[in-house]
């Protein structure tokens, strides 16, 4: 009789196990996507001022409600660029931040027609470059003397110092 129960409860066990240690197919959300066609499409690339993109810069999107919190954020892509969808008109200001000192900042004004459902106009851009760490070539080029100097000097002077050192020892 107990040999029989044990086979029992090993069995009911064996099924519980069975029926929830196994894991059905649930799906909670899934995914999806819709290539957008009809939208307004606002457009920018960034790039320094010798031409080269902005790569990968961090972007900050402002709606023309509100001028103090992000509308949107992103990264721009290995050309400096980087697209919105604006969700209505105005002005929309984009700054550009690549992480190393240079900051730009570009406006897109956003006109057309009253929400119809009608294609708005395209976006028209200003752009305004300001770049607090913005050189010229000659600076760049004096800059990169004075350090070729500097290194030659300091090679000069710790190598003369080495050769004092070893006499001293003689």
Known sequence: MMKRCTHACLLASILVLGL?????????????FKLLQD??????QF???????MAYAEVMVFSPQD????????RTDKL???????DMFGAWRITANDGMGHLCEATVKVA???ATGEVVDRPQQETAVTSPVEGTRT???????????????ASWFFSRKFRMAKRMDL
């Not at 240690?21 to 999806?32: E, K, L, R, Y």
Request: charge should be neutral; proline fraction near 5%; glycine fraction near 16%.
């Open 47 to 53: 790039r320094y001022s010798d031409g080269e993109p």
């Open 139 to 153: 600076l760049k080029v004096i800059a990169g003397l004075s350090l070729i100097g500097n290194l030659g000097f």
């Open 80 to 86: 400096g660029k980087f697209a919105f969808c604006p």
């Open 20 to 32: 929830f240690g196994c894991p059905f197919g649930a799906d909670a959300h899934g995914t999806a």
């Open 67 to 74: 001028t103090k919190v992000e509308h949107q954020n992103g």
């Open 39 to 44: 939208t307004t499409l606002a457009a920018v």
């Open 112 to 114: 057309g027609r009253e």
